[in-house]
């Protein structure tokens, strides 16, 4: 995800500052960088890679200034190069942005300017603002009217920070895309998040949607969407050092989980049409919908890949899940107009990569549905399609198995689109989706605490759920063993009586996720009886509808929504539940013994 920082009111080390504002924000993972000072005339230095390769060139071709900006770019359009680096500017080099997030419709606003003569040298979404900027300052507009103008012609996800040649300012504002303001004593600071800046200033402002700031070597203000002066509360952060990176959470796991809102935001931004009730993926405009479909995918990847193919079923199309690792031993026949789709967040493990590699050989088109641009999955299937989560640095993956369940549920709409009500039931539905996301979050915590304390001398931990809730069992299982280190089981939940039932005792709690008042739904019931009658303790993940409370020992609550997307909010519970569980047994969260985050031997 990208990084913003800025700083006025330290003349004499400007290009220090923002260096080691990037440093701090490296945790947020990205494949280049740069900064651009302004003394009068605006510097510009940037460079694909670690922040290394840009000090080097710094410091091959030095450059100060009073003020500047600076920018750690995660690619979203375009590969990762010097070119798609930002800052960004215009031809004249009178203006220089940097920007966290996607302009939707920076395609026909770069039409526009390309038709009045203006030349683009990147592939960015982010150019077209210096450019605009400048189109206006032409018009005759002063600086910060022309920032203003500009914004103004923007939809999608933005922060925004940007300075013009003979300006002693710098502008920004954000929507969507987090930006906070530091308030030195003589220096003042933006950044993506507070540790950009925290060893300058621990006095900050949280700025809102809409909000644009301006800062001045004399000063700042805020200021509402209309122009209107805002005197907005000033925090100040108590965090130590340790903990900054992970923007006050105690671990990064916890930090994504909560990042889930705003990572799925992300994800659904532009591709939802709310008038027409359509799904509009533009990735897979060139992609003719197929016949038949294979998933290969890995761990929770794989948990995402089977679902990803019971929607397809439901919607028609023949679809398998195979787990990667076993895919290549006996390649199943590819026919003619099959897809075969690699579901991997690193778009780096090397079993899901092999299982690709295997289904090219036998002739397959391939799709990456993968959160990391320019990674090897990326660029070697025939089509990719981005989760859009930011990066994961935790090695349980959370944010992104939510981001990878909507993608596939928009890669389904896209390629086998469902009648009318099908698809705008989807549609709205994904329209609520973060708020309902951001409210189990804001409710869980008391449930989740309290069961902790009375279920963590269990012998055993059992997770059952049928339909689109059985991925989800699993997954919250294996999320459940990764950082807790107990045993933990998930199942569809009607094979429990085919073997695991065995193991019930009243030692095991099993956990059921119950959404909706489908058939699966209603039949789950009968397996929750059946767990009872052998004393284990239950736990209902449930939306309530189908009252499954009044036969559960405990009960985590999820808002009601429409049926697919049900078992993803139960999911966010059985993250909480994982991580709490961990948290009171004292385990590295973010580090679990033998594990890594991207596995790259076979
Ligand atoms: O990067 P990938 O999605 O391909 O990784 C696949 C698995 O290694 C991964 O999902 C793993 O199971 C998770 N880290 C578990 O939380």
């Not at 005339?41 to 450059?63: M, S, T, V, W």
């Not at 002063?142 to 922060?159: H, I, M, N, Q």
């Not at 390649?331 to 079993?351: F, N, R, Y």
């Not at 979050?441 to 055993?460: K, T």
């Amino acid at each position: 995800m990208c990084g913003i920082i800025a700083c006025v009111g330290r003349p004499d080390e400007t290009v220090d500052v923002l260096l080691s504002g990037l440093s701090s924000l490296e945790y947020r993972g990205y494949d280049s960088a740069g900064i651009a000072v302004a003394n009068g005339a605006l510097d510009i230095r940037k460079r694909e890679g670690e922040l290394d390769n840009l000090r080097a060139e710094i410091e091959d071709r030095p450059l100060t200034g009073s003020f500047g900006i600076g920018h750690t770019r995660w690619s979203t359009h375009g590969p990762p190069s010097d070119e798609n680096a930002h800052p960004h500017t215009d031809a004249a080099g009178r203006v220089a942005v940097v920007h966290n997030g996607i302009i939707e419709n920076y395609q026909a606003l770069r039409d526009e300017l390309e038709a009045d003569g203006c030349e683009f040298v990147s592939d960015t979404d982010t150019e077209v603002v210096p450019h605009l900027m400048a189109s206006y300052l032409d018009d005759g507009y002063d600086a910060s009217e022309s920032f203003r103008k500009a914004v103004s012609r923007l939809t999608g996800s933005y922060a925004l920070a940007a300075i013009v040649a003979g300006e002693e300012a710098i502008f920004a504002t954000r929507q969507d895309s987090p930006l906070v303001l530091g308030v030195g004593d003589d220096s003042y600071f933006l950044g993506s998040d507070v540790p950009a800046f925290l060893k300058f200033t621990r006095d900050v402002v949280y700025l809102e949607n809409g909000q644009s700031v301006t800062l001045r070597p004399d000063g700042w203000e805020v200021t509402a969407s209309d122009g209107s002066a805002l005197d907005p509360t000033i925090h100040t952060v108590e965090w130590d050092a340790e903990q900054t990176g992970k923007s006050g959470y105690d671990h990064f796991m916890l930090k994504e989980i909560h990042e889930q809102p705003t990572a799925l935001r992300q994800c659904l931004s532009g591709r939802l049409d709310p008038l027409a009730g359509e799904v509009v993926v533009e990735e897979l405009s060139n992609l003719e919908p197929p016949e038949r479909v294979q998933f290969v995918a890995c761990g929770t990847s794989y948990h995402a890949a089977l679902y990803g193919a019971h929607r397809f079923r439901e919607a028609g199309v023949p679809a398998q899940a195979f787990l990667a690792s076993e895919y290549s031993t006996a390649v199943p026949p590819i026919e003619d107009d099959e897809l075969v789709i690699g579901v991997t967040q690193s778009g780096e493990t090397a079993d899901t990569l092999s299982a690709l590699r295997a289904a090219q050989g036998h002739g397959a088109e391939t799709l990456a549905v993968t959160n990391v641009v320019g990674s090897s999955a990326a660029r070697e299937c025939d089509h990719v399609m981005f989760i859009r989560s930011g990066p994961e640095i935790g090695v349980a993956a959370t944010k992104t198995f939510s981001s990878q369940l909507v993608s596939l549920s928009l890669l389904v709409e896209s390629l086998a689109p469902g009648t009318g009500t099908r698809t705008r039931a989807l549609v709205e539905s994904l329209r609520d989706l973060a708020g309902n996301v951001q409210s189990v979050l804001d409710d869980a915590l008391p449930s989740v605490e309290e069961l902790v304390d009375e279920l963590a001398d269990s012998e055993a931990y059992f997770f059952i759920g049928r339909g689109y809730n059985a991925p989800v069992a699993l997954e919250g299982a294996l999320k459940f063993k990764e950082i807790t280190y107990e045993h933990a089981e998930g199942f569809p939940a009607g094979e429990l009586k085919h073997g695991p039932l065995a193991l019930i005792t009243e030692d095991t709690p099993v956990f059921a996720v119950v959404t909706g008042d489908s058939v699966p739904a209603q039949k789950t019931l009968g397996n929750i009886k059946e767990v009872q009658a052998r004393g284990a303790p239950v736990v209902a993940v449930t939306d309530g509808v189908l009252e499954v409370e009044r036969f559960s020992d405990m009960v985590l609550e999820v808002p009601e929504t429409e049926g697919p997307l049900g078992s993803l909010l139960a999911n966010v519970q059985l993250q909480l539940v994982a991580y709490e569980m961990a948290d009171y047994l004292d385990r590295p969260i973010d580090k679990p013994r033998n594990l890594a985050k991207s596995v790259t031997v076979e």
